[in-house]
């Protein structure tokens, strides 16, 4: 495409996109205290279609704003994607409010509650939906740079890196509930710690300098992210607490090392490996030209 964005979402895209926020709709309502469906299981499914619609609809119209910025690296395009980024962000919980209000005003059992708990769904929507489409890839066939597959792995790597964590530390505690919930939430929580921050290459020579420095580098972000992950999940129904900066590094260093890996395999040139933060984020709408 000549403005460098994806093309215009077809309706096999408008369809996988729907499945994959349907899918972290369901998540998010099983893990986030104040977004329950309730009512028997017929109206649970009407509740998450109809969210997942407006969902969808709203990723189409940020997507058709996205595509009408330009590209390369004008000061037009880096002042067109600074009023659009925070928008496109604020657009998702807002959307996800107006699905639920809709919901309930139909008769539907639908509640969201609070500002946190909205923003807490709306981030496990986006983030699971993402690894959703990454899997509808990888199984279809269609992950031709294997960007997808290690989308997939950094997320199960997530998971794993903090089952870890919450087994081995006793700093870490994630809080009591039924053991499928208890996997739910770590699935949620890999959903979030899995994207990158960044996708910058890192300094140094030779395999083992590159990857010790992204061990460094990915134990700090990770350090960065559970601290985060600790405070969203303060609105979820299982929260996990860290105590400490001790456990806090010592659980950033175990999940960098698990998911190095999949950092190491997709380590080239032009993909350092990995989805990064604002890449996931931005998938929903399509790709943002880059900045000045």
């Not at 972290?24 to 649970?44: E, K, M, N, Q, T």
């Not at 058709?64 to 600074?82: F, I, K, N, Y």
């Amino acid at each position: 495409m000549s403005n460098g964005s994806r093309p215009a979402a077809g309706p096999a895209a408008l369809l996988l996109d729907l499945a994959a926020t349907a899918v972290g709709l369901a998540v998010a309502a099983a893990v986030v205290a104040g977004f329950a469906l309730g009512g028997p299981p017929a109206d649970r499914c009407a509740a998450v279609l109809g969210a997942a619609v407006l969902l969808v609809a709203v990723h189409a119209a940020g997507g058709a704003l996205v595509r009408r910025l330009p590209t390369g690296r004008s000061c037009t395009s880096c002042l067109g994607a600074l009023l659009l980024v925070p928008m496109l962000l604020a657009a998702e919980p807002a959307a996800l409010w107006l699905a639920v209000r809709l919901a309930d005003g139909l008769g539907l059992s639908a509640a969201l509650t609070g500002p946190g708990a909205t923003v807490a769904a709306a981030v496990v929507v986006m983030l699971v939906g993402v690894t959703v489409r990454h899997l509808w890839s990888v199984l279809a066939d269609r992950d031709g740079d294997g960007a997808a597959l290690r989308g997939v792995a950094r997320h199960l790597l997530a998971v794993v890196g903090l089952g870890l964590v919450v087994a081995a530390l006793d700093g870490a505690v994630l809080a009591n509930g039924p053991g499928w919930r208890q996997l739910l939430t770590l699935v949620a929580l890999g959903a979030l710690l899995g994207p990158k921050f960044s996708r910058l290459s890192l300094p140094g020579h030779g395999v083992r300098l590159r990857s010790a420095a992204g061990l460094a580098v990915a134990t700090a972000g990770n350090l960065l992210k559970l601290w985060l992950l600790t405070w969203l999940s303060t609105w979820m129904q299982l929260p996990l607490s860290i105590a400490g900066f001790g456990a806090f590094a010592v659980a950033a260093l175990i999940v960098a090392v698990v998911m190095l890996p999949t950092s190491v395999a997709g380590r080239r040139a032009a993909d350092p490996g990995g989805p990064s933060l604002p890449g996931a984020v931005a998938e929903l709408y399509g790709r943002l030209p880059p900045g000045c």
